[in-house]
């Protein structure tokens, strides 16, 4: 049942288990009201809340994704990865004292507020589809490859282990558990990863054997406009909309920000999450290289799995490896089971029952949450028909769902004369155009016809497309704002940026003001900034 393991290894996994279950559980009794059992009762400190917005982030498709990436093509990918600082610092300089002041417990909610009851459900209903498509679908796709490769197990018994030991102390003890396991799951993820990263520079020669046994733009970051994956256009123009929707208007990563004791928690874990984004270069892709340099010829997915099972790591060792990955695994799973029980609860459920006491709600964030675990195990029969192909579609479903609601997210918070009416048609248009490169774009890969004109929208690189659909979509968006009336003065105060005060006002409706922390705050993020900068020097 544990292939390639030794007994201290399996020790290690069952303690990994036990103390996760534990800490899970350990909150279930303490949740009773909506705000405790959705939010953690607004009393989440900053440690816990990078740690959590990092662990929600990184899964299990990471660790094939971004390694498989490093063994086909190099640093690139990381772009990714370290272009996310800059708008988890926004999240928290910029958009979390709109969120905590306004007291939401959803970013649909917000919309509502800013727009209008319709770009709440639209954006609910996006958001609940696309996790269960995509997130949960791929977390047990790629967590399927992992452990069958690395344990010997097959992906029905892998996916489904996952899946019920997440639901369980997700279910019982909501976003506190999933926040707080999240925290020994970092630790664990972390520590893995750069154990396997060290043994693998050291088996290389140092990042001199492996600059000597890779091609030399292995180690350059930025590509030609040309490149098929990460051209530098791309990266510099379409990849900043990706990040906005991910980071910034995401359910899955603000909920954790909306959890904060207060603002400055809120953005000393947005800047604490900012310097661990800057680690997956360095332990996840940079092993992906180190695959490749070992074994010549490896395909990407196989990349990370065979270090792991290599000769590479001795006793003991293997197993805190595979413990980050389950790490990854289920923190990416729990974040996405309560965050879609939060808009199903909040979003769908009490519009229908407005007057539902708070042991009610609670009881439906339970149930939906098992009812989305339910699913998750019904889905995993189907993870066999996903082929390798379909995963790549699936990770780039982002770039054909999230330039709408950017564009309606950044616009409506800059420019006050942005109506509901134009955000709901602006999301709607964007959405079906993004379908449809989907749907041309599958059928064109797998040559089952030509579009002859049209051929250019299906074969356009999934970043450009990101930058044309942004820009239809905020022109479809003001076109209608300027033909229609304008909104409503209370859809405005303190849910618009249009000048220096507004975000003044937001900041000062928010409590735990420290002036000494702020000055903390600000210097941190400035060596974040400078550190990024410093490393894109470095691999230009």
């Known amino acids: 049942m544990f292939r390639y393991l030794e007994n201290i290894d399996i020790f290690l996994l069952f303690l990994y288990f036990g103390s996760v279950m534990f800490v899970g559980l350990y909150f279930s009794h303490r949740e009773k009201t909506p705000t405790e059992y959705f939010l953690a009762g607004r009393n989440v400190g900053w440690i816990a809340i990078g740690s959590s917005l990092f662990a929600t982030n990184?899964?299990?498709?990471?660790?094939?994704?971004?390694?498989?990436?490093?063994?086909?093509?190099?640093?690139?990918?990381?772009?990714?990865?370290?272009?996310?600082?800059?708008?988890?610092?926004?999240?928290?300089?910029?958009?979390?004292?709109?969120?905590?002041?306004?007291?939401?417990?959803?970013?649909?909610?917000?919309?509502?507020?800013?727009?209008?009851?319709?770009?709440?459900?639209?954006?609910?209903?996006?958001?609940?589809?696309?996790?269960?498509?995509?997130?949960?679908?791929?977390t047990l796709f790629a967590g399927g490859i992992l452990l069958n490769q690395i344990l010997g197990w097959n992906m029905i018994t892998s996916a489904i282990v996952m899946v019920i030991f997440t639901g369980i102390y997700t279910i019982a003890g909501g976003l506190s558990a999933v926040i707080y396991t999240e925290l020994i799951q970092t630790v664990i993820l972390v520590?893995?990863?750069?154990?396997?990263?060290?043994?693998?520079?050291?088996?290389?020669?140092?990042?001199?054997g492996l600059q000597a046994a890779l091609p030399a733009d292995y180690f350059s970051m930025f590509k030609p406009a040309s490149h098929p994956e990460f051209p530098?256009?791309?990266?510099?123009?379409?990849?900043?909309?990706?990040?906005?929707?991910?980071?910034?208007?995401?359910?899955?990563?603000?909920?954790?920000?909306?959890?904060?004791?207060?603002?400055?928690?809120?953005?000393?874990?947005?800047?604490?999450?900012?310097?661990?984004?800057?680690?997956?270069?360095?332990?996840?892709?940079?092993?992906?290289?180190?695959?490749?340099?070992?074994?010549?010829?490896?395909?990407?997915?196989?990349?990370?799995?065979?270090?792991?099972?290599?000769?590479?790591?001795?006793?003991?060792?293997?197993?805190?490896?595979?413990?980050?990955?389950?790490?990854?695994?289920?923190?990416?799973?729990?974040?996405?089971?309560?965050?879609?029980?939060?808009?199903?609860?909040?979003?769908?459920?009490?519009?229908?029952?407005?007057?539902?006491?708070?042991?009610?709600?609670?009881?439906?964030?339970?149930?939906?949450?098992?009812?989305?675990?339910?699913?998750?195990?019904?889905?995993?029969p189907l993870i066999r028909s996903i082929s390798s192909q379909i995963f790549i579609y699936l990770q780039s479903v982002q770039s054909y769902i999230s330039p709408p609601i950017a564009a309606v997210f950044i616009w409506g918070i800059l420019l006050k004369w942005i109506n509901g009416k134009a955000a709901i048609v602006s999301l709607v248009s964007g959405g079906i155009l993004g379908a449809l490169r989907l749907i041309l774009e599958i059928?064109?890969?797998?040559?089952?016809?030509?579009?002859?004109?049209?051929?250019?929208?299906?074969?356009?690189?999934?970043?450009?497309?990101?930058?044309?659909?942004?820009?239809i979509s905020s022109a479809v968006l003001m076109f209608v704002s300027l033909l229609s009336a304008k909104p409503e003065k209370h859809k405005l105060a303190g849910y618009t940026i249009t000048k220096i005060e507004d975000l003044k006002d937001a900041i000062k409706g928010t409590s735990g003001r420290n002036p000494v922390w702020d000055k903390l705050n600000i210097a941190f993020s400035i060596v974040l900034i400078l550190t990024i900068l410093s490393l894109w020097g470095i691999f230009f």
């Open 232 to 380: 530098w256009t791309g990266i510099v123009f379409g990849a900043p909309i990706l990040a906005v929707w991910y980071w910034c208007t995401d359910q899955v990563i603000v909920q954790r920000v909306l959890s904060a004791k207060n603002i400055q928690h809120a953005r000393s874990g947005a800047i604490l999450a900012g310097f661990l984004k800057i680690l997956p270069v360095f332990i996840l892709i940079l092993p992906g290289m180190i695959a490749l340099a070992l074994f010549p010829g490896i395909r990407g997915d196989e990349a990370y799995p065979t270090l792991v099972i290599s000769h590479l790591l001795p006793v003991g060792v293997r197993g805190i490896v595979i413990a980050s990955l389950l790490a990854a695994l289920m923190s990416s799973l729990a974040s996405t089971f309560n965050s879609s029980s939060t808009l199903i609860t909040m979003d769908f459920y009490k519009q229908f029952r407005p007057d539902a006491n708070g042991r009610e709600l609670v009881l439906i964030g339970r149930l939906a949450t098992t009812a989305l675990v339910i699913f998750g195990i019904l889905w995993v």
């Open 58 to 138: 990184i899964s299990s498709e990471h660790f094939i994704g971004l390694a498989g990436s490093g063994a086909n093509s190099g640093l690139a990918v990381g772009h990714f990865e370290w272009m996310a600082v800059f708008f988890i610092l926004v999240l928290g300089w910029v958009f979390a004292p709109f969120y905590l002041k306004s007291g939401v417990f959803t970013v649909p909610e917000f919309f509502e507020r800013r727009f209008n009851k319709s770009t709440r459900m639209y954006l609910t209903t996006v958001s609940i589809v696309a996790y269960i498509l995509t997130k949960i679908s791929v």
């Open 191 to 208: 520590g893995g990863a750069m154990l396997l990263t060290i043994l693998g520079l050291n088996e290389v020669g140092g990042l001199r």
């Open 443 to 471: 059928l064109s890969k797998r040559e089952m016809m030509n579009f002859g004109m049209m051929q250019w929208y299906a074969d356009m690189n999934y970043l450009h497309f990101a930058i044309f659909l942004f820009g």
